[in-house]
């Protein structure tokens, strides 16, 4: 079946710019985990829903980091005001199970 | 929170030996270790997990062990073949109904040599 997928792919912002990063996981899927990787770097959690329940932002760097799952599938992280250390690949997860999570393809954000 | 480290950095070993990757962790607390496979620009794959209650896994070429009391758990990557090249990130988390994001290490780049 279709796994996690994640737009765009790419993105190339200009610093002061804002963004937003679309998450689509497996159907079906209750839970749904951000997390932030930058270059050599392994991922970093930044925020976790339970169908359209935000349960843990611990990870969001700052307030300009936002996300949203309003209908409990489909979630968009917002990134405003874009600066240059925002630079990294963003990737979503999903789960059903307790644990497992499986992860969409990322997106690179490249902030100039 | 929650602090995993991941030793070592890059390991280099000849195609058909095998190949050991460990991480420590900090939480008592953390009961789910799964390990993840990503290669260069692709998305992490998850190749085995350990849970708290079990002290060994094993699914064909790989097994993972764990160690509650020190606190430590280790990837075995038997006869090794070229496609095994990849940055292998171990994780933990307290799992609990998948309510907890899961901790990385900061990975090992293994290379296997022809």
């Known amino acids: 079946g279709a796994g996690v997928s994640q737009s765009p792919r790419y993105k190339v912002a200009k610093r002061g710019q804002d963004v937003a990063l679309r998450c689509d996981p497996i159907?079906?899927?209750?839970?749904l985990f951000w997390y932030q990787q930058a270059l050599g770097q392994g991922p970093e959690f930044l925020t976790y829903?339970?169908?359209?329940?935000?349960?843990?932002k611990s990870g969001l760097p700052s307030d300009r980091f936002f996300a949203e799952r309003p209908e409990g599938s489909v979630s968009t992280l917002k990134i405003q005001r874009t600066q240059q250390e925002d630079s990294a690949v963003y990737l979503c997860?999903?789960?059903?199970?307790?644990?497992?999570?499986?992860f969409g393809p990322g997106t690179r954000l490249l902030v100039l | 929170g929650e602090n995993v480290e991941q030793h070592p950095s890059t390991l280099s070993v000849q195609e058909g030996d095998s190949a050991v990757i460990k991480c420590t962790y900090s939480?008592?607390?953390?009961?789910?270790f799964p390990w993840y496979k990503q290669e260069l620009g692709k998305r992490p794959q998850l190749i085995i997990d350990?849970?708290?209650?079990?002290g060994e896994k094993k699914d064909q070429r790989i097994a993972v062990t764990l160690n509650k009391t020190a606190k430590h758990f280790s990837l075995h990557i038997t006869e090794t073949q070229p496609e095994d090249s990849a940055v292998y990130f171990c994780?933990?988390?307290?799992?609990?109904?998948?309510?907890?994001?899961?901790?990385f290490g900061k990975g090992t780049h293994l290379i296997i040599q022809p």
């Open positions: 997860a999903s789960s059903f199970s307790p644990e497992t999570q499986y």
């Open positions: 159907s079906g899927h209750v839970s």
């Open positions: 829903f339970q169908n359209e329940a935000q349960l843990d």
């Open positions: 939480d008592s607390a953390s009961n789910y």
């Open positions: 350990i849970r708290s209650n079990v």
């Open positions: 994780a933990a988390s307290m799992g609990g109904g998948g309510a907890d994001g899961l901790t």
